[in-house]
C-alpha cells in the first residue's frame, strides 16, 4: 500500500440496517473470540460496518453539495455474499456486497462527485470498484487461513438494505450523514 493512500481519510459510506449491521458485528466479535485480527477491536463510535463508495484527500464545498442529492439512495437494498481477500503482506478480509446496478450507480454518482476533489485512488475508479464490508485488516497468512476456516462454515449471503450515507472525516474524526 502506498503512503498516499494511507494519508487518504475523507470518505463518501453506506452504513447498513440494523440487522446487517449486527450480522456483522457478529463476524467481528466471532474473530475477536478466536484471537485473530478483527475491526471488532477497533473503538470509537465511528467503528461501524459500511460500505466505502469514495475516497479522497480532502472534499471540496462543490462536492458536498453535490452528495446531498445522494440522500435519496439510502435506502437502496444491499446483500452481502461470501469472503473475499485484498493484499498480499497486510491482508484484509471482507464480506462482498453484491454489485447490484443500484450499488453500482451509487458509486458512479459518488466518484462524479468527487471529480471536484483530490486524491481519489485507482481503485474506486468506475469499472474498478469492489464493494465490500470489512472484517478485519492486517492478518498474516496463517491468521486468513484460520479465519476462512471458522467463518466459512458459519457464512449465508443476507438481505438488507443500506440505512444511511455517511460522510466521515478522519482528520478532524467527525461524522455526519448526508442529507
Known sequence: MSSSLLTMVQSIEMLLDDELDARVRREWHYLAELGLPSQANHRGASNRPHVTVGVAHSVTDETERELVDLADTASLDIRLGGL?????????????????????????????????????????????????????????????????????????????????????DGEGKREWTIG
Do not use: C, K
Not at 132 to 150: G, I, K, N, S
Open 84 to 168: 473475499l481477500v485484498f493484499g498480499s503482506r497486510n491482508i484484509v478480509l471482507a464480506r462482498a456486497v453484491v454489485p447490484s446496478t443500484a450499488v453500482l450507480e451509487l458509486h458512479r454518482r459518488v466518484r462524479h462527485a468527487l471529480r471536484h476533489s483530490d486524491g481519489v485512488p485507482a481503485h474506486l475508479d468506475v469499472g474498478h470498484y469492489t464493494p465490500h464490508v470489512t472484517l478485519a485488516m492486517r492478518m498474516t497468512p496463517d491468521q486468513l487461513a484460520a479465519a476462512v476456516r471458522e467463518l466459512v462454515p458459519t457464512l449465508v449471503d443476507a438481505e438488507g438494505a443500506v440505512s444511511a450515507i455517511r460522510r466521515w
